[in-house]
């Protein structure tokens, strides 16, 4: 049996947090040029980073002891949230305060990653409101939300932007339940927004499920897609490439270390291009991480405090 995608803990952490109607214009941030990371063969490796408790600096702290590259090549900050306002009737992005407060202090814990060669991805997770990727009302609103994550990126000097559709709770508030041609026309507008970030797609909720309309397919929009079930290998549903999908999904600390080889392992059999991990914590989890990345790069992982 899977284990459920998230701990459903965090949720009260969500709830806790003070809304933030996110503005714009005040500050924009430019990426830093990343530095030439030392060259790596295989997969690239992806770091969820729960900062309701962890510091994303953690993705930086581990690479190969055979060459030196950087063992994780994206860092997901978890979670940014969809949140609906009663009054106008409208989705907006929210940012508790652990993710604002990565944001506000982008040239500490965002800039040295990608300096070090990591992208920096922001993920967009629902929030029990009834707000959701998949029930915008119009192809206007959907591109109104979608312009929210865009003028994000462009403010903080994001790599892109994480679809996960959990937690919505379709209906909450009045709100519609899913359509068919909402998540379509979100994606295809931030993608007109940001031809050259990421977007990625957790394989999971009512959007991964509703990707055409209308004649428009935008699976070929999403750089990568990946399981949502730790400790598990499926193959998302999407066409896309292998080069582009991780079957395998592990929760480090959580899945064994046999299993997080075994997934590694399958993973450069059978040709995928990724490999997806969650919750990288503080702790030195070098052995951890070591019994995946002797499968995907031939060598040991070291952890640089």
Request: charge should be negative; glycine fraction near 8%.
């Amino acid at each position: 049996m899977f284990t459920p995608v998230r701990n459903r803990l965090r949720t009260a952490a969500l709830a806790l947090s003070a809304v933030a109607v996110l503005t714009f214009g005040t500050t924009t941030t430019t990426g830093a040029a990343a530095a030439p990371a030392p060259a790596k063969q295989g997969p690239t490796s992806v770091a969820y980073i729960e900062v309701n408790n962890n510091s994303m600096l953690n993705a930086g702290k581990y690479t190969l002891a055979d060459g030196g590259g950087n063992v994780f090549d994206v860092a997901v900050i978890f979670a940014a949230n969809i949140n609906y306002d009663t009054g106008t009737k409208t989705a907006y992005l929210h940012f508790n305060e652990n993710v604002q407060r990565v944001l506000d202090n982008a040239a500490t814990q965002i800039r040295p990653l990608q300096q070090q060669g990591i992208k920096v991805v922001l993920s967009v997770l629902g929030n029990h409101q009834g707000a959701g990727f998949a029930n915008f009302p119009s192809q206007a609103a959907a591109s109104a939300f979608a312009k929210q994550l865009s003028d994000t990126v462009a403010t903080y000097g994001l790599d892109g932007i994480d679809f996960d559709d959990e937690y919505a709770e379709y209906g909450n508030n009045g709100t519609a339940q899913p359509n068919d041609s909402s998540f379509v026309h979100l994606v295809t507008a931030l993608r007109a927004n940001m031809p050259d970030k990421i977007i990625s797609l957790y394989n999971i909720g009512p959007a991964a499920s509703r990707l055409s309309y209308g004649g428009v397919d935008i699976s070929s929009k999403f750089d990568y897609a990946w399981n949502p079930y730790y400790g598990s290998w499926q193959v998302p549903s999407i066409a896309l490439p292998k080069s582009k999908l991780s079957p395998a999904a592990v929760e480090i600390g959580r899945t064994s270390q046999s299993t997080a080889a075994d997934l590694a392992r399958r993973t450069v059999g059978e040709g995928y291009g990724v490999y997806l991990t969650y919750n990288l914590d503080g702790t030195d989890r070098s052995a951890d991480v070591s019994a995946f990345t002797r499968e995907l790069y031939g060598s040991d992982a070291v952890h640089t405090p």
